[in-house]
């Protein structure tokens, strides 16, 4: 309290905050039921319009030590002192047998804001057939101090002097909390599949309950948190919306599955909602029993609405103050233009979107399934809110030379958005469509740098691929859900009047195969720690090197036992390369400065993990690709390999099936069409148990199997056994 006065027998006290400040009266414990007590009085003058929250306390049997907590809440005081009489029924679930306490808190502004001063008088039960007082008067005789306090008195917090916010979670990452599972602390964090949906977005999350049984929890660690006061965080959520938020503390030593559980509703908490977004606090002095220094989990159920949650974060002391998450800063790229010249080559139509299955050459074109294609009227309008889909129009079965109109530019025109990719696919040395990889490369361009709001026009000598071999352009990368409607694709040798090309950016090398002649490379993707060991027990028996792609967040958590997996598997020889931070979509995500989220945190936990290691070599999550990941990746590294594969094992698709094997066919058939990068993770028994399999039918090719550095004679790569340097 700011000041607390029992002048004339009436406590008069002016709250220090909300969400801080209470009052309470202790008791031996009173068998309300054999005295034939049915309510609680008390006189209580507050501002005019305000609330305040009652908690009754109450242990199982006389003999106890611990109490439970009922809570209820008065609105709309008159402003005058009055007298509220509760019955005690309206503490569901409280154990009349033994009251042993009675707590007044959630003291709020009236309606001028200003008039914060309170007065309480006269606590008393009252018996069935004793009305409650109409005409208050003060007492004349103060109550004795209380000199002895009930077990679970809320604690005063730790020293703060060097207390400073922690932050649970800033909802920075969509894929942090939906595919690893992990708060900013690295810590579970899920709903386990109990929500109809959870959005990330712009450093908030959005929770839409499917039926009341959703919940989410978020862990914390058994941390000490005694020197905080309780937790801030900003709602927003429609009038009438409710939920319950539950607090939990380990029992016995860290580390131990028993929690203490104190669940509050939002009522109790004294919150309401009105559709906008406003700041409000968990103060731990309202959750009695927990033990904050063992501080192990936030949890919210009973949800029956969506809501939005801002950042979630402890505060020291008792001033509620939020985290504020950083301002997005866009990196800065490029702006310099480069020279039009006309060409002498002639214009070649390539699609007029007159036909749905073929362009204007007579070839194929066509879509991934899942996007939306709609032809009308010379015209395809194309939606999708998947990044990883792609539409491509063909010119050529297999191979045609487009060298020709090297000096000529790729004209688009369209409207709506242009946040999507455009590539230039190359097809195999063999022009052979039974050849893996198929296509080889393609490089891939931003559309919206070379875009005016109508047309795109682009070199056809930035796309850096053997041009010789083209088989067709890609639209793909989308990361809007706006459509875009194209009229017309085509080669033309100049472009109007005052457009404007940029320059173009370096997007690394794009690999789907080894370039080392008769070589072969596994590139195993992270998996199961559990599996770890038998992995790396299969490779030494085999006596090769492979390359392992691992996600930065992981390598940071120490219950992963990642970090020292991984130095063992490098210590062996083993390539190190990069997975992204946390395994989304990264030609999905937002903006570009999401995209550099993931890659410079993902380079900072192998630096930290690996000894100042920073690899060249980054597989996409999903395989994922476009311009924007692959032009940040190489603003960010230099001349860095962004690499696929030509080998898939299936493992999504059939190891957790009833048929795993064919995880085996899938191999032999991939390895039988010449491809030579796997792709695979160690996530699931029946595939690592077929790795041995997999490494025999690699090696019965004649093909030497070695790292994917090595593969690609990068210069940096240690040499192979009985190479010189």
């Excluded at 008088?121 to 103060?142: G, W, Y």
């Excluded at 990330?200 to 000490?224: E, M, R, S, W």
């Excluded at 989990?297 to 801002?310: H, P, R």
């Amino acid at each position: 309290m700011n000041a607390t006065s029992t002048d004339g027998g009436i406590l008069t006290f002016t709250p220090k905050d909300i969400e801080v400040s209470y009052i309470y009266e202790q008791f031996n414990c009173l068998d309300s039921v054999v005295h034939g007590y049915d309510s609680l009085s008390f006189n209580i003058k507050g501002p005019e319009a305000a609330s305040v929250s009652i908690e009754l306390q109450t242990v199982s049997d006389c003999s106890s030590t611990e109490y439970q907590s009922y809570y209820y809440t008065v609105d709309g005081l008159s402003g005058s002192l009055q007298t509220i009489n509760i019955p005690l029924n309206s503490w569901a679930g409280a154990n009349l047998d033994g009251v042993v306490g009675v707590l007044w808190y959630g003291f709020s502004a009236g309606l001028t804001g200003t008039d914060n001063e309170w007065q309480l008088d006269n606590v008393q039960f009252l018996c069935t057939d004793v009305p409650p007082p109409e005409d208050p008067e003060p007492t004349t005789s103060p109550a004795p101090p209380v000199t002895t306090p009930a077990p679970g008195e809320p604690e005063g917090p730790a020293d703060s002097d060097s207390c400073s916010h922690l932050l649970v979670d800033d909802w920075v990452s969509q894929s942090r909390l939906t595919f690893l599972y992990y708060n900013a602390l690295l810590k579970s964090s899920s709903d386990d599949g109990t929500m109809k949906s959870i959005v990330v977005k712009d450093n908030h999350v959005t929770f839409t309950p499917t039926d009341t049984d959703a919940y989410f929890y978020t862990q914390l660690g058994c941390i000490d948190a005694r020197a905080y006061g309780g937790i801030s965080l900003r709602i927003t959520a429609t009038a009438g919306t409710t939920f319950d938020v539950q607090l939990s503390s380990t029992k016995g030593k860290c580390g131990t599955e028993q929690t203490t559980d104190v669940v509050l509703s939002s009522k109790e908490l004294g919150w309401t909602f009105n559709g906008q977004e406003k700041l409000y606090s968990i103060p731990f002095s309202k959750f009695k029993g927990l033990d904050l220094s063992k501080f192990e989990m936030f949890f919210i159920s009973n949800l029956k609405k969506a809501v939005t949650f801002g950042p979630v974060a402890l505060y020291c002391g008792d001033e509620v103050v939020e985290y504020v998450a950083p301002k997005v800063v866009e990196p800065t790229e490029p702006t310099e233009t480069v020279p039009a010249p006309p060409s002498k080559a002639t214009t070649l139509v390539i699609d007029k979107f007159a036909n749905s299955e073929t362009n204007a050459l007579g070839q194929w074109h066509g879509a991934d399934e899942g996007m939306t294609l709609t032809f009308r009227r010379n015209t395809m309008t194309l939606k999708t809110n998947d990044s990883d889909l792609m539409w491509v129009t063909q010119v050529s079965e297999t191979c045609r030379d487009l060298s020709e109109f090297d000096g000529s530019y790729l004209h688009i025109a369209y409207t709506g958005s242009n946040l999507f990719t455009v590539s230039l696919q190359q097809h195999n040395e063999k022009c052979n469509n039974d050849i893996y990889p198929y296509p080889e490369t393609w490089d891939s361009l931003e559309a919206q740098r070379y875009a005016s709001e109508t047309d795109i026009y682009i070199p056809l000598t930035h796309f850096n691929v053997d041009r010789k071999r083209s088989i067709g352009f890609a639209f793909k990368g989308f990361y809007s859900t706006t459509a875009t409607v194209f009229s017309k694709i085509e080669i033309v040798p100049s472009v109007p009047k005052g457009f404007t090309i940029p320059e173009k950016l370096p997007s690394g090398t794009f690999v789907f195969s080894c370039k080392r002649p008769n070589s072969f490379a596994f590139a195993i993707d992270d998996g199961d720690p559990v599996f770890a060991q038998q992995v790396m027990k299969t490779i030494d028996d085999a006596g090769i090197t492979v390359t392992f792609f691992t996600v930065g967040a992981p390598l940071r958590d120490p219950s992963t036992n990642l970090s020292a997996i991984y130095n063992e598997m490098a210590a062996k020889g083993h390539q190190i390369a990069l997975h992204s931070y946390t395994h989304p979509p990264l030609e999905g995500l937002p903006d570009e400065a999401a995209i550099d989220w993931e890659y410079t945190n993902d380079i900072e936990a192998v630096k930290e993990t690996f000894n100042g290691l920073t690899p060249k070599y980054f597989r996409p999550p999903f395989g994922t690709e476009g311009a924007r990941m692959r032009q940040r990746l190489a603003a960010l590294i230099n001349e860095p390999y962004i690499v696929q594969w030509s080998v898939d094992v299936e493992d999504w698709l059939w190891a957790e099936s009833d048929t795993p094997e064919k995880q085996l066919e899938a191999f032999k058939r991939d390895v039988a069409a010449g491809g030579n990068i796997v792709v695979m993770h160690y996530l699931y028994n029946s595939t690592v148990s077929y790795l041995k399999e997999f490494i025999e039918i690699a090696k019965a090719t004649g093909k030497q199997l070695m790292r994917v550095d090595q593969c690609m004679m990068d210069p940096n790569a240690p040499p192979l056994p009985g190479e010189e340097k």
